[in-house]
C-alpha cells in the first residue's frame, strides 16, 4: 500500500517565479492538507482539501493557492515567490472522518527561491 | 492562540541513557495530541498519539501520557538508541480547525 507521495523532490526557481507541486494521498484518503517547515522550524499549516473544496486556511497569503482532483491527489501552486518561500513543503493525508486528527505525511518538497 | 512549547534543544545524549523531551501546549477545546519524528532528509512520521486525558501512548519504546491538568504531552524512552537520532516534533489537532498545530522541535543526537 503506497503512502503519501510527492513531486518533485527538489525545485530551484528564481523570484517572481509561479511553481506547482503535487501530492497524491495514501490509498483511501479523502482530505488532503498542506504544510511548509522553514529551515529549523515545525510545519505550519497551509490550506486542507476535501471534494475538491478548500475547506480550512492557515495564515497563508493568496500568492498560495491549491487545488484538489477527482482522484483525490492535489496540487500547491505559489506566485511570485519571495526568498522567504524557500522551505519544505510537505503534504499529508486523512480521512476527514478521523474525528482524532492522525495525518499521513509525504517526503516533502524542498524548495529553493534564489 | 494556539500553540506548542517545546524545550529547547539540541539534545545530546549517550546510548542507553534516558530521554525526556518536554512540550507543553494552548489549544481551544479538547485535542488530540502527537510526537512526530523526522529523520535526515525525509518528512514527518507518527511516533505515537494521545486523544484523551490520562491516556498514554506508546511506539518503539517511546511513551507520553496527556496531561489535561497540566496541559503537557512529555516524551521519555528508558534508553536511547543510535537509531533514534533525529527531530522531534510535538503537535496537537483540534476539530475546530483541522489542522496540526506543530512545535518548534527538538533534535536529539545520540552517541555510541
Known amino acids: 500500500d503506497a503512502g503519501v507521495t510527492q513531486s518533485p523532490t527538489h525545485l530551484i526557481k528564481t523570484r517572481g517565479q509561479q511553481v506547482t507541486l503535487r501530492c497524491s494521498p495514501k490509498?483511501?484518503?479523502?482530505?488532503v492538507s498542506w504544510y511548509q517547515q522553514a529551515l529549523g522550524q515545525g510545519p505550519q499549516f497551509i490550506f486542507q482539501?476535501?471534494?475538491?473544496?478548500?475547506?480550512q486556511r492557515g495564515n497563508f497569503p493568496d500568492r498560495f493557492s491549491g487545488h484538489q482532483f477527482p482522484n483525490y491527489s492535489s496540487e500547491l501552486n505559489v506566485n511570485a515567490l519571495l526568498l522567504g518561500d524557500s522551505a519544505l513543503y510537505l503534504c499529508?493525508?486523512?480521512?476527514?472522518?478521523?474525528?482524532?486528527?492522525?495525518?499521513?505525511f509525504g517526503p516533502g518538497t524542498r524548495l529553493t527561491v534564489l | 492562540g494556539d500553540s506548542v512549547t517545546q524545550m529547547e534543544g539540541p539534545v545530546t545524549l549517550s546510548e542507553e541513557a534516558f530521554l525526556t523531551i518536554n512540550c507543553t501546549y494552548t489549544a481551544t477545546g479538547y485535542p488530540s495530541l502527537f510526537w512526530y519524528v523526522q529523520y535526515p532528509g525525509e518528512g514527518l512520521q507518527l511516533l505515537l498519539k494521545a486523544t484523551k486525558a490520562d491516556d498514554k501512548g506508546s511506539n518503539k519504546g517511546f511513551e507520553a501520557t496527556y496531561r489535561k491538568e497540566t496541559t503537557s504531552f512529555h516524551l521519555e524512552k528508558g534508553s536511547v538508541q543510535v537509531s533514534d537520532s533525529a527531530v522531534y516534533f510535538c503537535a496537537f489537532y483540534t476539530g475546530a480547525n483541522s489542522k496540526l498545530t506543530f512545535g518548534k522541535g527538538i533534535t536529539l543526537s545520540v552517541r555510541p
Open positions: 499529508a493525508s486523512s480521512f476527514l472522518s478521523a474525528t482524532q486528527g492522525e495525518q499521513f
Open positions: 490509498s483511501g484518503h479523502d482530505t
Open positions: 482539501y476535501y471534494e475538491e473544496e478548500e475547506r
